[in-house]
């Protein structure tokens, strides 16, 4: 089983900035999928980014233009930038390991955005 641990979160003011970090375990790590999903409090979870092991990616229409999903694969990272950030940003940020293989997901960090 992949262990995928996030980093990251906090509070911020609006307009302002977070990157989020997920580093997963394993040796094929360039070879997985990567996504971030958020949840906030009464919603359903929405795909936030995900990003291929050629290096695609696609975006919520939400945070297009304001989100950077990007990897590291020397160092089984993945990382979430994000820029501009608005109070409905606020939500608990998932990390989660796609194929190949079962997937895995992180415990969650929290993103807190204040107006």
């Known amino acids: 089983q992949v262990q995928v641990v996030e980093s990251g979160g906090g509070l911020v003011q609006a307009g302002g900035s977070l990157r989020l970090s997920c580093v997963a375990s394993?040796?094929?790590?360039?070879?997985?999928?990567m996504a971030w999903y958020r949840q906030a409090p009464g919603t359903q979870g929405e795909l936030v980014a995900h990003?291929?092991?050629?290096?695609?990616?696609v975006y919520a229409d939400s945070v297009k233009g304001r989100f950077t999903i990007s990897r590291d694969n020397a160092k089984n990272t993945v990382y979430l930038q994000m820029n501009s950030l608005k109070p409905e940003d606020t939500a608990v940020y998932y990390c989660?390991?796609?194929?190949?293989?079962?997937?895995?997901w992180g415990q969650g960090t929290q993103v807190t955005v204040s107006s």
């Open positions: 989660r390991k796609l194929g190949p293989g079962p997937d895995s």
């Open positions: 394993g040796s094929i790590f360039s070879l997985y999928v």
């Open positions: 990003i291929t092991s050629g290096g695609s990616t």
